[in-house]
Structure formats: structure tokens, C-alpha cells
């Protein structure tokens, strides 16, 4: 409903539609649920989860891009069940020149069907915390594995990629929201298959802010966003760059028969800003085995700010 304006094609339904349906979680729907939730004196001053955070003097982030796998032998239904969702550091990195250096860190979140027994565990351990951390304990164990390709139970793989920088003085933060867009990056295909445009305002924004449980001031706050963070208006989502961008995809498999996606994974290189255009597109690669695509969300300017490569499979009979 949030995105329905700014999509072609849709038609939402006058009311949310019950979850008694037995119906498959619509891509990339699945950002919308497990999000943590923490009193508000437990998130950092920006309005950020502190759980994943090294801490000062990195107190900037931004969402650097991501994978998702879907297992559509094991989908999640919207069916009044319960699902369960652990999420794990993979890996850490630290990069750049002692003094300016980023640190990266890939947070793994596994999603998949509760079982019966953590249903009913769930429900006794409500008012238990020692019963509900055993509980957490026993669905890590049974969700994790060495390899991040690998499924297991879950239905849905995600990896977020997330930098955290050093902060800035706000003079030096106010410079850069004034500087004009610098050297930008081109599209590799300039013949894409399909392309959609949108121009995001502060009530998207704040919309998919609140869906997806996400306080960070650079998508609320414009003052904080040029004073603060060194840009010059409120950022576009990363993780709503990538709905549009597997929405937009998935319209366009259903016009063409029964494909679905399997893996998509992206990179956000720059900015995209409220009120600025924004391009997304499409190409679809040549593969015998599997469908190829690179998709691509575009600046004003004609630059490269999210790219991606998704690879798809028939689907399922139903």
C-alpha cells in the first residue's frame, strides 16, 4: 500500500487483506517483519539499532547494500502462522588508511516457519526470561549454518551490508551538503527491457521509515541529514531501493510466464535524495540455465546509485 502510488500496475485492496489466506509473503515483504524493537533510551542518538554498531568513534552508517535467497520450496505464507528469524554477524571488515578507515560488517538474517514446539514455547515463555532466551538459544541452533548458501529450514537467506563511518564536525558536514553531485557512474546498458520512474517526497519516506521500524534521522530529518551527515536532503531507503527494484522485476517475469526470483544482489554507490527523480531499470542478460538480469536505480544526473544482479528460476506449480 505504501509503494502503490509510486509502482505501475497495482491495485491494493480498500482494506489489508486477512492473514487467514494461505498465501506466499510477496517479495521482498519480508523487510516489514522482525525488525528489533527497543525502548527508546535503548537506540543511539540517531536513531539507530546499537546492536550491530563498533561504537565511537564510528557513529555514522549507511546500508551498503545486500543479497537475498529465496527457497521457493519452503516459502513463507501468510497464513496466521507463526515465523521465527535470527539474525547473526557473518563477517567484519575494516578498510581505507588508519584515520579515515570504514568498517563493514554483514549482518545474516534467516528467517523460516516456526515449529510447533517453539510455537508453544513461545507462548508459556511470554512472562519467563530465562524460558525465553532457552527459546531464542534452541532457534539459533537449529537456524544457523557454516555456509551462508546454505537453507536449511529457512525459507529466506538476507545478508545486509552495513558501513559505519567516523563522524564529522558540522562544519565540515555542512560543506559537503553544499558541494554539487560529483563524477558519476554510467549504466552499463543504455537499451534496458523495461524502466519506471518515481519521485520520492518526504510522506514515502516517512511511510517506509515507520514499516519497517526504522528511526534513523537521515530518512526523517533534513537538518540532521545536511549538519550532521553531510547531505544535502532526507536519503532514499537502501532497503527500499531494493524493493522497488525486485517489485518492478517481479511485475515484469509474471507479464512474461512462470518465472520467479531466486537470488538477487545489490550495491548501493550513491546517494538517491527526497524530492529527486529517481530512475530504476532493467535488462535481462542472456543464459540458457537460469534468467539473468542487472538492475539499476538511476540519479537526476544519469548515474549509477543502486545496481544488482538477480538470477531467477520456473516456479512452482500451483
Not at 554498531?53 to 546500508?63: C, D
Not at 554539487?180 to 521509515?209: A, C, Q, V, W
Request: glycine share 6%.
Amino acid at each position: 500500500m505504501t509503494l502503490a502510488d509510486f509502482l505501475p500496475q497495482t491495485n491494493p485492496p480498500p482494506v489489508l487483506p486477512p492473514t487467514s489466506l494461505a498465501k506466499e509473503l510477496p517479495i521482498a515483504h519480508h523487510l516489514l517483519y522482525f525488525e528489533p524493537s527497543k525502548p527508546q533510551s535503548a537506540m543511539l542518538p540517531d536513531g539507530t539499532n546499537p546492536d550491530q554498531s563498533p561504537g565511537e568513534p564510528f557513529i555514522r552508517r549507511m546500508w551498503a547494500g545486500g543479497r537475498v535467497l529465496y527457497n521457493q520450496n519452503n516459502p513463507l505464507l501468510l497464513d496466521g502462522s507463526r515465523g521465527v528469524c535470527q539474525e547473526f554477524i557473518r563477517r567484519v571488515d575494516i578498510k581505507g588508511q588508519p584515520g579515515s578507515e570504514k568498517i563493514f560488517v554483514a549482518i545474516e538474517r534467516r528467517l523460516a516457519k516456526a515449529s510447533s514446539s517453539e510455537t508453544s514455547r513461545l507462548e508459556s515463555a511470554t512472562h519467563d526470561p530465562k524460558a525465553k532466551e532457552d527459546l531464542y538459544h534452541r532457534v539459533r541452533q537449529r537456524l544457523w549454518r557454516d555456509s551462508e548458501e546454505d537453507f536449511g529450514e529457512c525459507s529466506i537467506l538476507e545478508t545486509r551490508n552495513i558501513v559505519f563511518m567516523r563522524g564529522r564536525t558540522p562544519e565540515e558536514a555542512r560543506a559537503d551538503a553544499a558541494k554539487p553531485p560529483g563524477k558519476i557512474l554510467k549504466p552499463e546498458h543504455t537499451d534496458p527491457d523495461y524502466t519506471h520512474t518515481i519521485l520520492p517526497d518526504p510522506k514515502l519516506l516517512f511511510r517506509f521509515s515507520a514499516l519497517t521500524f526504522n528511526a534513523h534521522a537521515i530518512h526523517l530529518d533534513p537538518e540532521y541529514c545536511r549538519n550532521i551527515e553531510g547531505h544535502r536532503n532526507l536519503l532514499f531507503h537502501g532497503p527500499m531501493s531494493f524493493a522497488f527494484l525486485v517489485t518492478l522485476l517481479q511485475q515484469r517475469l509474471a507479464q512474461e510466464g512462470n518465472e520467479v526470483i531466486k537470488s538477487v544482489e545489490y550495491r548501493n554507490v550513491a546517494p538517491l535524495y527526497c524530492g529527486e527523480k529517481v530512475k530504476f531499470a532493467g535488462k535481462k542478460l542472456d543464459d540458457k540455465k537460469n534468467g539473468k538480469w542487472e538492475v539499476w536505480a538511476e540519479t537526476p544526473e544519469g548515474g549509477i546509485a543502486v545496481k544488482g544482479k538477480v538470477v531467477t528460476e520456473k516456479g512452482n506449480v500451483k
